[in-house]
């Protein structure tokens, strides 16, 4: 527990990480079903922001689910602490100054809403990546919706786990059939831009 336990504050602060980077810290927090596209987009967004020199950092479920998330499953429980420690790693990058995009199913809005609690106001802008089950089961990139559907998998969002959709995301990417994967990245893009996130 924390009560013995005192906060240092330090010389050089956000405020200076991000005067020195020229940039304004923030988590891109992308949502949506397994398939939806989040780590797609969310890989080719970095690569734009990347080539405009911008300093940023991908946290990926699968990825981080290899280390930091290694021991946890995809019951519910699992999945609130799962979504609890990425904020608070999401925080500590934004503290660093960078901007952090992040591209997890993030099921609950309560835990959506966390990690916009950890941050400071227009810190957390969250993208929903809003693309219909059919089409993200009609993808199914890893042959995880097929294994669910035999019941090889149990807890699988949008089969026999919950998703909550976000009520009022800062972005919200609507799914389109004629689009690419590059075009949904571009557009993105454009809209962190327009709507002065960047
Ligand atoms: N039961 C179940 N439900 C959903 N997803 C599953 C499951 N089992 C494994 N996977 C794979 O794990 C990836 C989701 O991890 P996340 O950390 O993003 O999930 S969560 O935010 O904690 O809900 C998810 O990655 P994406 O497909 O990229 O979303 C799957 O590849
Ligand atoms: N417009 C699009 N946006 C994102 N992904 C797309 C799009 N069109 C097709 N795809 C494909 O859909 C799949 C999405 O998988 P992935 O990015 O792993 O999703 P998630 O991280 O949400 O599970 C990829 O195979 C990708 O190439």
Redesign the pocket.
């Known amino acids: 527990m924390s009560e013995n336990i005192v906060w240092h504050k330090h010389t050089v602060d956000k405020t200076a990480r991000a005067k020195a980077l020229s940039q304004k810290p923030s988590v891109i927090w992308l949502t949506g079903l397994?398939?939806s596209g989040?780590?797609t987009i969310a890989n080719l967004l970095e690569k734009k922001l990347f080539d405009e020199q911008f300093k940023t950092y991908l946290l990926d479920?699968?990825n981080?689910?290899h280390g930091l998330c290694g021991d946890l499953g995809?019951d519910d429980k699992s999945?609130v602490e799962?979504?609890r420690r990425i904020s608070e790693v999401a925080k500590l990058f934004v503290d660093s100054g960078t901007i952090v995009i992040t591209?997890?199913?993030?099921?609950f809005e309560a835990d959506r809403s966390f990690c916009r609690s950890l941050l400071q106001e227009g810190e957390f802008i969250e993208v929903f990546v809003d693309t219909p089950l059919e089409v993200c089961e009609q993808r199914d990139p890893?042959g995880?919706y097929k294994k669910a559907r035999q019941g090889d998998?149990k807890?699988?969002?949008g089969i026999d786990?919950a998703y909550e959709a976000p009520s009022q995301p800062e972005i919200h990417l609507v799914y389109d059939d004629n689009e690419t994967a590059e075009q949904s990245a571009e557009r993105l893009f454009e809209l962190l831009k327009n709507k002065g996130y960047l």
């Open positions: 397994s398939g989040k780590s479920g699968d981080v689910r995809f999945r799962n979504i591209a997890f199913i993030s099921p890893k995880l998998i807890n699988f969002t786990s």
